[in-house]
């Protein structure tokens, strides 16, 4: 098994931010944040006030000084902020330019579709690989990326760094899996099993993702949307 001698090479001498205990609620608009300040770069904005920024986001600007401040704020009185500077920061927050490492466990349509996504390589994070038992798929490549079987996971982890597993096989093989890749020290998975992994949240991060529970949802508000132009329809 040949794998690139470029994969091997890991980033040394890295600082980190301080990432103190935060709400989770306010790790979760992080993200936000990244989004829409890659926007404002790409429209050419060098900065912007609490005020703007918070209304484009729609939030307000006691909540987003109160977000900011929890990290050590970023902001300055009378000019705002500073755009690249944040983003840079929020970057560093999310660990956007650490070189994180991730593989693919489930080379199904799902597993494919991730691969050939940019999201990845936007977020700076670099897939080295595929994994899945199909005979048919063990060798080929997506995205320019290889499919290998899964019984070579073992000696893949062991020769290259790998920091996040992205799940996408059958729910049935979910606990099993996840157990198994915590055991070659992955420490973060995201899981599109559609089951909840149970797991020892000091050794490894989990992202539980119900794309069915996100489709439910907008269900309720469409239907919601529908029963009230009913009632003015009938008021009418």
């Known amino acids: 098994m040949?794998?690139?001698?470029?994969?091997?090479?890991?980033?040394?001498?890295?600082?980190?931010?301080?990432?103190?205990?935060?709400?989770?609620?306010?790790?979760?608009?992080?993200?936000?944040y990244f989004r829409y300040l890659r926007e404002l770069i790409r429209q050419g904005r060098t900065r912007i006030s609490s005020g703007e920024f918070s209304e484009m986001m729609?939030?307000?600007?006691?909540?987003?000084?109160?977000?900011?401040?929890?990290?050590?704020?970023?902001?300055?009185?009378?000019?705002?902020?500073?755009?690249?500077?944040?983003?840079?920061?929020?970057?560093?927050?999310?660990?956007?330019?650490?070189?994180?490492?991730?593989?693919?466990?489930?080379?199904?349509?799902?597993?494919?579709?991730?691969?050939?996504?940019?999201?990845?390589?936007?977020?700076?994070?670099?897939?080295?690989?595929?994994?899945?038992?199909?005979?048919?798929?063990?060798?080929?490549e997506f995205g320019g990326v290889q499919i290998y079987h899964v019984d070579e996971l073992e000696s893949f982890c062991r020769e290259l760094p790998v920091d996040l597993a992205v799940l996408t096989l059958p729910k049935e093989f979910a606990e099993e899996?996840?157990?198994?890749?915590?055991?070659?020290g992955i420490a973060g998975l995201w899981n599109f099993t559609g089951k909840d992994i149970e797991h020892d949240p000091l050794r490894v991060a989990v992202e539980n993702v119900h794309l069915g529970d996100s489709l439910m949802f907008l269900n309720y508000r469409v239907c919601q949307l529908k029963d009230a132009?009913?009632?003015?329809?009938?008021?009418?």
């Open 2 to 32: 040949n794998y690139s001698d470029s994969e091997k090479q890991i980033n040394e001498g890295e600082e980190h931010c301080s990432r103190p205990t935060v709400s989770p609620a306010v790790i979760r608009r992080l993200p936000r």
């Open 58 to 140: 729609h939030m307000t600007a006691s909540q987003m000084r109160q977000d900011l401040n929890c990290f050590g704020g970023f902001g300055q009185q009378g000019y705002g902020y500073n755009v690249n500077y944040l983003y840079e920061k929020v970057c560093e927050l999310l660990g956007v330019q650490n070189g994180l490492r991730a593989i693919i466990v489930g080379a199904g349509d799902l597993g494919r579709a991730l691969v050939r996504s940019s999201m990845f390589e936007k977020r700076g994070v670099q897939i080295l690989a595929m994994f899945d038992v199909n005979p048919d798929l063990i060798g080929r």
């Open 177 to 184: 899996s996840a157990k198994r890749l915590t055991g070659l």
């Open 229 to 236: 132009q009913k009632a003015q329809n009938e008021e009418a």
